[in-house]
């Protein structure tokens, strides 16, 4: 089965910058569609912040548009989130999400566990 792990989240002041980083595994062969960072604050439903499918077309949300760079590396099934400018509204837990077909056949979806990330004023 594909794993996916996120990493790089933490409390910063505004102005600052983060980057989320967030790597897909598995044992077998399995290859990539779509990777994309979501993001949930509290009392809130999950976003898209920010996908990127496998011919590396970006697409983000209006919100984080200009200061957030989202890119992949294929070679480490990697997909990385380069945060700048940071805001107290961007304060929300982030996730990985990752589709594609393991083993080739079985098409998956899935999510990370989600990393922190706090903006402060």
């Known amino acids: 089965q594909v794993q996916v792990v996120e990493s790089g989240g933490g409390s910063v002041q505004a102005g600052e910058s983060l980057t989320l980083s967030c790597v897909a595994s598995a044992e077998g062969i399995f290859s990539i569609y779509t990777m994309a960072w979501y993001r949930q604050a509290p009392g809130l439903q999950r976003e898209l912040v920010a996908n990127?499918?496998?011919?590396?077309?970006?697409n983000y949300a209006d919100s984080v548009r200009g200061r957030f760079t989202i890119s992949r590396d294929n070679a480490k099934n990697a997909v990385y989130l380069q945060m700048n400018d940071l805001k107290p509204e961007d304060t929300a837990v982030y996730y990985c999400?990752?589709?594609?077909?393991?083993?080739?056949?079985?098409?998956?979806?899935?999510w990370g566990q989600g990393t922190q990330v706090t903006v402060s004023s």
């Open positions: 990127i499918r496998s011919g590396n077309m970006a």
């Open positions: 999400n990752v589709d594609g077909h393991d083993e080739g056949v079985s098409y998956y979806n899935k």
